[in-house]
């Protein structure tokens, strides 16, 4: 348990001296709860953990180069390694270990290309991706190349016609890739006027979307936030990709080892709001009986007279927003600091409730 410091210690100053201690900021909560959350509180906690490194395992720049050389396109190298791929971000090393790698559109750029079938039938289309629109077309019953292959059991050759290049110049280029076939003798597929994108253009990307995701600690904020670029990764089934780096609420069967119940444990001071608060946790450690070991910082509630300090209670009521929340989560204490007038002393913190104003009808 920590030392209870007096009320209005935890200054910027101190809160930075604290911070010093610790090299990242999971340490800092682990063992400074009280100054750790006065800086999230008055949002010092950027400023006095600059010293502080993020954890990224194993990845360096040596690593994450090499991991990166697996992969043709960023976005395989996001899907597959997305840890390597947000160390790469963060230290801003990316368009250099991605040298290698397929360059693709976007909604400016787009390249031109064909299938051709055999029986001297062709479509001509843009797109912002070569492979992945050309594996579309094989399984996309909408498709003019698709509806070919299933009458005539020809697989189509693609080509890639064009590099990406701007959208207007694609437009017309399409045209003259279009003509040039016709007078070859080609039959066309295309029922779309030559220039169609094929398509609404498509914002969220698997890119937008992780650098929008990397913006929020929890699923649950991500789609509230911004439920444009949440609702296309759930479409997508980018999820478990981009939201890799957040705290995930729902915990893998295995995961409650004794570490992570202590881990668990060390966030309260009670084992009622323990068991309230973290049930799978309090289970497991309730059924492996590592509850004695891990709950050791926390306070017994008894009903010895003696226990409840004028300190203990300064703490259990500085953990509570009003004093109703005080008088319900710790009724023992709220009664002895009533009992010893300490209650107005002790509650400064909380905010003070207006009554309401009522009109008498005479």
């Not at 397929?102 to 400016?108: E, I, M, R, T, V």
């Amino acid at each position: 348990m920590e030392n209870i410091k007096p009320r209005n210690y935890w200054t910027k100053e101190n809160c930075a001296i604290e911070a010093l201690k610790f090299s990242s900021r999971s340490a800092f909560w682990k063992f400074s709860k009280s100054a750790y959350n006065a800086s999230i509180k008055n949002k010092w906690i950027d400023d006095i953990c600059k010293h502080m490194h993020e954890y990224y395992g194993l990845w360096n720049n040596e690593n994450c180069a090499y991991e990166a050389l697996k992969y043709n396109t960023r976005t395989d190298f996001l899907k597959n390694a997305p840890k390597a791929y947000r160390y790469a971000t963060k230290k801003k090393i990316l368009d250099n270990v991605c040298k290698h790698m397929l360059a693709l559109g976007n909604l400016k750029k787009r390249c031109i290309y064909s299938a051709e079938f055999n029986n001297n039938f062709v479509y001509v289309g843009l797109t912002h991706n070569f492979n992945k629109r050309s594996n579309e077309h094989l399984t996309d019953f909408r498709s003019k190349i698709y509806k070919h292959f299933q009458i005539t059991n020809i697989k189509p050759m693609f080509k890639q016609l064009t590099d990406y290049i701007e959208v207007n110049s694609a437009k017309e280029k399409e045209g003259d890739f279009v003509i040039e076939y016709e007078n070859n003798g080609w039959n066309l597929l295309n029922k779309a006027k030559t220039g169609a994108l094929g398509g609404n253009e498509i914002y969220w990307t698997l890119e937008k979307c992780h650098e929008e995701a990397l913006k929020y600690t929890n699923r649950t904020i991500f789609s509230k936030k911004s439920m444009a670029a949440y609702s296309a990764a759930c479409k997508n089934g980018w999820l478990i990709h981009i939201c890799a780096h957040m705290i995930s609420k729902n915990k893998t069967h295995g995961y409650w080892n004794k570490e992570n119940c202590s881990i668990e444990a060390l966030k309260y001071n009670t084992r009622k709001i323990y068991q309230e608060n973290s049930k799978s946790s309090y289970g497991a450690a309730l059924k492996n009986k590592w509850l004695n070991d891990i709950c050791s910082h926390m306070f017994e509630l008894r009903k010895n007279k003696n226990f409840y300090s004028y300190d203990i209670c300064y703490d259990l009521a500085f953990q509570c927003k009003s004093r109703k929340e005080f008088s319900l989560k710790y009724v023992s204490a709220y009664c002895k600091s009533r009992k010893n007038n300490w209650l107005d002393e002790i509650c400064q913190h909380m905010p003070i409730r207006q009554k309401s104003k009522t009109s008498i009808i005479v």
